[in-house]
């Protein structure tokens, strides 16, 4: 893992780099500074956690062509982009491309530091839900096959009769299948199984 989480400052300008930094350390927030998107796609892994702040103009590879890489290798990072007044509709496209936000130039230090604040909690949800997922996958493994039948019928609200001439089983054995299936998950109800069933499935 990556360690705490912090703010990924991408940022050619070492004035604005520098002075982002200041910002950020003032009210704790640890930070990693890069001077490039390339030195920054170079030290990237996918347990990074926190956010991007990222200059949309920057030489060589630009803060959308970053996005672009980023978005092609599953990265979760939000991304805050920072823009010059003309780069507003660069903006616009990179906020449909799944940015979370951006702040124009020059900008509020509280109106970027409550995006950033944002962005984080975004990150945090994610990774909890990634998480949770995982773990929820690891139980459904430990499932046997029939078992697994027995789950995708009741998550589908499946009654035990009827999934017992779907599988063509006894109802008792239906009851036993599903007394496991809710055991070996953890789940407490039916509404909670197929709220994990859905989890994984989506």
Known sequence: MDGAACVHIVEDDDAVRDSLQMMLDSVGRDTKVFGSADSFLST??????????????????????LQRKLNDINSIL????????????????AMQQGAVDFVQKPYREQELLDKISQAMEIDQQNRNSLQQRQVITEKMQSLTP???????????????????????ISQRTVEIHRARVMEKLGANSLAHLVRMFMAVEN
């Open 44 to 65: 990237y892994h996918p347990d990074m956690a926190g956010c991007i702040v990222l200059d949309i103009r920057m030489p060589g590879m630009n803060g959308m062509e």
């Open 146 to 168: 029939r078992e697994k039948d027995v789950m995708q019928l009741m998550a589908e609200g499946k009654a035990n009769k009827v999934i017992a001439v779907d599988l063509d």
């Open 78 to 93: 939000p991304i805050i982009f920072v823009t010059g007044h003309g780069d507003v509709p660069m903006a616009v496209e």
